[in-house]
């Protein structure tokens, strides 16, 4: 069971400079995720119908869920 979890979690680091702190964040995220976080940070209006979650509210506080 070890290879599985080690094949199916990994790390997701991100810079973004005004909104990010150091720090850590043990919210499951998803590569879907990118996205939609990118679109949000950049104000631009998201597409329908795409998957993943923004993480821009993790990102301004980790502590949210």
Not at 36 to 49: F, I
């Given at each position: ?60 506080d980790p502590a949210s869920k």
């Open positions: 069971m070890r290879m599985m979890r080690d094949s199916t979690h990994n790390v997701l680091m991100c810079i973004a400079p005004g909104i990010t702190r150091a720090g850590r964040c043990a919210a499951p995220v998803n590569l879907l995720d990118i996205y939609p976080t990118l679109v949000e940070l950049a104000g631009l209006p998201a597409k329908e119908g795409i998957e993943g979650t923004s993480l821009a509210s993790l990102l301004r």
